[in-house]
């Protein structure tokens, strides 16, 4: 997990973003213990208060749950809760910034969606 230091994304949702992807992944599975506040912060130097942040925003989430004096744990449900959150959200409002990025340089539907074709073949390859 790498973090941008020059993003103007607050340092606890790269965190907590990072976790998502990494269990979307596959790298943590239900049930498995994520890293905890102290780990993060030695692997990527930074206040463990604010990998603390990043893991409570996953377990106010439902993505992560806590197992008292031991750790966070990945949830049953996280896979969905994530991909649902990302979708309503962030893929929403990227979607939202093309569509009008394509209305301002007049390119009509048909080949938007073709252009979004082409991305997902590429994808594929």
Same mark, same amino acid.
Do not use: P
């Given at each position: 997990m790498l973090l941008n230091t020059n993003s103007t994304k607050p340092i606890y949702i790269q965190i907590a973003e990072g976790i998502e992807t990494m269990i979307l992944q596959g790298k943590f599975h239900a049930n498995d213990q994520v890293y905890s506040q102290y780990k993060l912060a030695e692997m990527l130097t930074i206040n463990p208060a604010t990998a603390a942040k990043g893991l409570n925003l996953l377990a106010e989430e439902g993505i992560l749950y806590d197992r008292r004096g031991i750790g966070k744990f990945v949830s049953e449900d996280a896979i969905k809760i994530?991909? =649902?959150?990302?979708?309503? !959200? @962030?893929?929403? %409002?990227?979607?939202?910034?093309?569509?009008? =990025?394509?209305?301002?340089? !007049? @390119?009509?539907? %048909?080949?938007?969606?073709e252009l979004i074709q082409k991305a997902y073949q590429e994808m594929e390859e």
């Open positions: 994530i991909k =649902e959150k990302r979708k309503e !959200n @962030i893929l929403t %409002e990227k979607i939202k910034q093309m569509v009008e =990025e394509a209305y301002y340089l !007049n @390119i009509k539907e %048909e080949e938007f969606i």
